[in-house]
């Protein structure tokens, strides 16, 4: 699938399963899940793809950069106690530093789009700050899945050889357009409950 899918999926499938019920929780299921939506797809370096892979990376930080903003304005208290545990933050920005060149350098569809990378990245978001972490989990793993339905094996136990792929459809074609717009339309609706929700 395409990164603008992943991103919509992703955000809707973690506002799904967390149901926040705070404006902060809101963000903070936002956040993870844009960036666990896209980033099993660091890894097109020499790819067609690389450009649109980048595109859903930029996304990601943009809505991420948006709610910080949002986060000083309106003191949601997102930095603020991310500030006061420093040590773990650095250590888990440290870690996802190190996963995201891991992944950067790594063959397309090999570590990134494993359980074993899902559950490390899932623990680097969790050191950076706990609350974003499950959020991130459930977007990584939708993004996994989404895969699967592909026409490419997903090497969901890498560093194991063995892969899924269930080839119901392609990237880039209908599929594609169809899990984009369901995923955006769920993400608002969603989004939209969440925030009635938490100013009722």
């Known amino acids: 699938m395409m990164s603008k899918t992943h991103l919509a999926v992703g955000i809707a499938t973690s506002l799904a399963v967390i149901r926040p ?11 993870g899940g844009a960036v666990g939506g896209v980033l099993a797809d660091n890894d097109i370096l020499d790819n067609d793809y690389q450009a649109d892979a980048l595109i859903g990376q930029l996304l990601a930080f943009g809505i991420t950069a948006i709610v910080i903003v949002l986060d000083y304005f309106f003191q949601l208290g997102i930095c603020s106690s991310i500030y006061t ?16 060149i891991i992944g950067f350098l790594s063959e397309h569809r090999t570590f990134t789009h494993s359980f074993l990378a899902l559950i490390l990245y ?19 793993l939708s993004h996994i899945l989404l895969d699967v339905l592909n026409k490419r094996k997903v090497p969901v136990l890498y560093p194991l050889e063995f892969g899924i792929c269930l080839k119901l459809c392609y990237a880039n074609k209908t599929a594609n357009k169809a899990f984009m717009y369901v995923g955006l339309g769920a993400s608002v609706v969603l989004l939209a409950v969440c925030l009635i929700l938490s100013i009722t």
């Open 21 to 31: 019920q705070t404006i902060q929780g809101c963000a903070i299921t936002v956040i």
């Open 85 to 100: 545990h420093p040590l773990l933050p650095i250590i888990g920005g440290i870690g996802f530093v190190i996963l995201y």
């Open 122 to 140: 899932t623990l680097t978001a969790w050191l950076i700050y706990k609350p974003i972490a499950l959020a991130v989990s459930v977007a990584y």
